[in-house]
């Protein structure tokens, strides 16, 4: 197992109960959204798995759409004729396993659509966390989630039997104040690190200083002038589309 699975609840149980609102969930969501209403189809049933209702007003009141945690969608019985999968498929110790499961809850002919964070997510914090830990302890923990390629997505769908698949991302450039700012905004979303082997004592404060000038130093968001205004966070979604 890679994920502390029971983490990652507490981590979007409080992500909750902060009731900030989620930029990428929302940009992810509309996307979907888009998608569906683009296919122009004809649906009876829907199940959003997602780590909290969304609106999504432009799919229709005809639809009925039941909403599901990752957690629990197992619990689910009946046949539906589209899933769509909100950020979740990053944090499962068995993927393949857990998209064959979502695939036996559609219909004949039934359609997957999911997003999930990809390889490229936080490459800055990432790379900053690696050099600060080797330069003061000579080795480094994973303080960020591995995520996946969108070839790993791609393949995956295909080895549980999805039909005309396509996989495609998104990259998204975030710009915050300070690396605090962007640590508290991971929180608010509930994606902060749940890797079993992680660290679970707070970073060491020479550690997390000199990775603060390392994201500070490399990853600086400049402004036309030429002068430092903050820094940059990279986001990559992974779009997956696949039928039944």
């Known amino acids: 197992m890679l994920f502390d699975l029971n983490q990652v609840k507490k981590n979007r149980r409080r992500a909750k109960k902060l009731g900030k609102k989620n930029f990428l969930l929302h940009v992810a969501c509309k996307n979907l959204e888009?998608?569906?209403?683009?296919?122009?189809?004809?649906?009876?049933?829907?199940?959003?798995?997602?780590?909290?209702?969304?609106?999504?007003?432009e799919l229709g009141r005809e639809l009925i759409i039941k909403y599901s945690d990752y957690f629990n969608h197992g619990l689910i019985?009946?046949?539906?004729?589209?899933?769509?999968?909100?950020?979740?498929?990053?944090?499962?110790?068995?993927?393949?396993?857990?998209?064959?499961?979502?695939?036996?809850?559609?219909?004949?002919?039934?359609?997957?659509?999911?997003?999930?964070?990809?390889?490229?997510?936080l490459n800055e914090l990432r790379d900053s966390f690696f050099k600060a830990e080797l330069q003061i302890s000579g080795k480094a923990r994973p303080r960020i989630s591995p995520l996946p390629e969108i070839r790993d997505i791609g393949n995956l769908a295909q080895n549980v039997g999805m039909k005309r698949v396509v996989a495609d991302k998104e990259t998204i450039t975030l710009?915050?104040?300070?690396?605090?700012?962007?640590?508290?905004?991971?929180?608010?979303?509930?994606?902060?690190?749940?890797?079993?082997?992680?660290?679970k004592v707070f970073s060491r404060r020479d550690v997390f200083d000199l990775m603060e000038k390392y994201y500070n130093k490399n990853y600086a968001n400049e402004i036309n002038d030429g002068n430092n205004s903050g820094i940059k966070a990279t986001f990559e979604i992974i779009y997956l589309y696949g039928e039944k």
Request: charge should be negative.
């Open 34 to 57: 888009g998608r569906v209403a683009e296919l122009g189809l004809s649906l009876g049933d829907v199940m959003v798995l997602s780590a909290k209702e969304i609106d999504f007003t």
């Open 77 to 121: 019985k009946k046949k539906v004729d589209l899933i769509l999968n909100i950020l979740n498929l990053h944090w499962s110790n068995d993927p393949k396993k857990d998209l064959s499961n979502q695939m036996d809850l559609l219909k004949p002919g039934g359609i997957f659509i999911g997003c999930l964070f990809g390889a490229d997510t």
């Open 175 to 199: 710009e915050y104040k300070t690396v605090i700012e962007l640590l508290n905004n991971l929180r608010e979303m509930g994606e902060t690190n749940s890797v079993l082997e992680r660290n």
